[in-house]
């Protein structure tokens, strides 16, 4: 099981782009790393998706470098609706893609 | 396209009373169904998952059970609710296979009382 970490909070200021990264030491060799955003009250939203390299979407980017023991969500020109959770998950791919979240990443945006 | 129904919106129960949450997916055949429940606004704890009919495996011991009487249809119960049931209950589906992502109903806030 790919254990994430991230960090609990982050601030930023509307305009600004914004990058959360996330540790995986051990992820395994067939697993994706995908990142959701939760707004209060709200179920999570996929947002992206990847495994290896860059990947981007209408929404955000993906980073991942070669030893994929971490990844970077790039989200570019925030705005005050970005303010969210953000989560870092490795699907269990021995265990059809199964989620288990942590604590993710509580996003500010502040005007 | 795919859609996912979930309700009630918000629920209100007393201690030791029965409860029933349902779930149903819309345009996909043989979803994986998850439950999930939020407390205290953080921290999604996955409680069940399905991956077919009568196919529920349990996440953690608790005092709520689930079931999946059609392909479509994902039920979280419980015969006597206690106070630290309370929370945001989440349902989700995904399609087979490890690599896709999933979609989140609504939620359903339930407080015991």
């Known amino acids: 099981l790919a254990k994430t970490t991230q960090p609990i909070s982050m601030d930023s200021y509307e305009g600004q782009e914004v990058n959360i990264t996330c540790s995986h030491n051990n992820i395994a060799t067939n697993d994706y790393i995908t990142w959701y955003q939760q707004f209060p009250s709200q179920g999570p939203r996929f947002i992206i998706q990847?495994?290896?390299t860059k990947v981007t979407n209408e929404v955000a980017s993906l980073f991942i470098p070669a030893d994929r023991k971490s990844s970077t969500l790039s989200l570019p020109r925030v705005s005050l609706s970005d303010t969210a959770v953000y989560y870092c998950?490795?699907?269990?791919?021995?265990?059809?893609?199964?989620?288990?979240f942590g604590q993710g990443t509580e996003l500010s945006v502040k005007p | 396209s795919q859609t996912i129904h979930q309700w009630p919106a918000t629920l209100v129960q007393p201690v030791g009373s029965p409860l029933s949450l349902e779930c149903t997916v819309e345009g996909t055949s043989n979803p994986n169904l998850y439950w999930y429940r939020q407390a205290a606004g953080r921290g999604l704890q996955l409680l069940f998952y399905?991956?077919?009919?009568?196919?529920i495996s349990s996440e953690v011991p608790q005092n709520l059970s689930a079931s999946r009487p059609q392909d479509r249809q994902f039920i979280l119960s419980s015969k006597k609710l206690l106070l630290s049931d309370s929370g945001f209950y989440l349902c989700a589906w995904s399609a087979q296979g490890p690599n896709y992502g999933y979609t989140f109903g609504s939620g359903t806030r339930l407080t015991v009382v």
């Open positions: 399905s991956v077919g009919i009568g196919q």
């Open positions: 990847g495994y290896k």
């Open positions: 998950l490795a699907p269990i791919y021995n265990q059809g893609g199964k989620l288990i």
